[in-house]
């Protein structure tokens, strides 16, 4: 890579989320001279990357950052066929809805359809669910063996909160019953209070590529009908971008 490439997306990174950074602080953080640290940080101004912040020393991430991001969420394909089935799940059950990827072991948000209620609600899009506390994380990794073979051997799961899955062997039991019903849940594993059910969404070549599912408050039995609607909805965004069959037939059915 690079040099100047590889160290400017390090600076990138080191701001990412809130992170408000002085150029001291950069230096020290990439193992850089100050004052080579400033001429990147400077270079990136100029591009609205990165901006420094009003009355102060530090710098953060910049508008043109959001600019990239938005333009390769508009790219993804699935973003953009789920978009409408989406708001389609959320006026049907009057709940928000979350369509997510896979990145690592984590589920990124990339479209976040809000409530159809009114209220005032945060948006979601970009924020990051562990995998396995995610009903979204689970629906994909069911179809996903390389992917379910190495969160299930990295040893004990991250705990989120008191209800979080974190024996691996639990973990795999249920999602032999994603595999078995199309539909994932999860109850208070990632924040107390708030439950969720999802499914998987398939391309043309019978590859999980992201999945979509609902928000609702925990408590009470998880609604049958809601989650024939989740799974209607996956089935359409899958067929969508061309998946032959949902979910697909694995080898030896």
Do not use: C
Not at 16 to 37: F, I, K
Not at 56 to 70: E, F, M, T
Not at 80 to 85: D, N, R, V
Not at 170 to 199: C, K
Request: glycine share 8%; net charge negative.
């Amino acid at each position: 890579m690079i040099q100047s490439v590889d160290r400017a997306i390090r600076v990138l990174t080191a701001l990412q989320g809130t992170r408000r950074m002085s150029l001291s602080e950069l230096a020290a953080r990439l193992e850089l001279a100050p004052s080579t640290a400033h001429g990147i940080v400077r270079s990136l101004v100029e591009h609205g990357m990165v901006v420094q912040e009003r009355g102060s020393s530090r710098y953060q991430l910049g508008p043109a950052v959001l600019r990239l991001g938005n333009v390769y969420l508009d790219t993804l394909e699935l973003r953009s066929k789920a978009i409408p089935w989406a708001e389609d799940l959320a006026r049907r059950t009057g709940l928000a809805v979350r369509t997510g990827v896979l990145l690592i072991d984590d589920v990124v948000i990339i479209h976040h359809e809000p409530r159809p209620d009114g209220s005032r609600q945060m948006p979601e899009v970009g924020i990051v669910i562990p995998v396995h506390a995610s009903a979204l994380g689970k629906a994909m990794l069911a179809f996903m063996p390389e992917d379910e073979k190495r969160v299930l051997t990295s040893g004990e799961l991250r705990s989120m909160t008191g209800e979080t899955i974190s024996s691996p062997e639990n973990l795999r039991d249920q999602l032999d019953q994603v595999r078995a019903s199309g539909i994932a849940a999860e109850r208070d594993e990632a924040v107390i209070g708030e439950s969720s059910l999802a499914s998987p969404v398939f391309d043309s070549y019978s590859e999980a590529v992201g999945a979509i599912g609902v928000v609702l408050p925990s408590g009470g039995e998880l609604d049958g009908q809601i989650s024939d609607l989740v799974r209607e909805t996956a089935r359409a965004v899958s067929r969508e971008l061309g998946a032959p069959s949902w979910p697909p037939r694995r080898p030896g059915q």
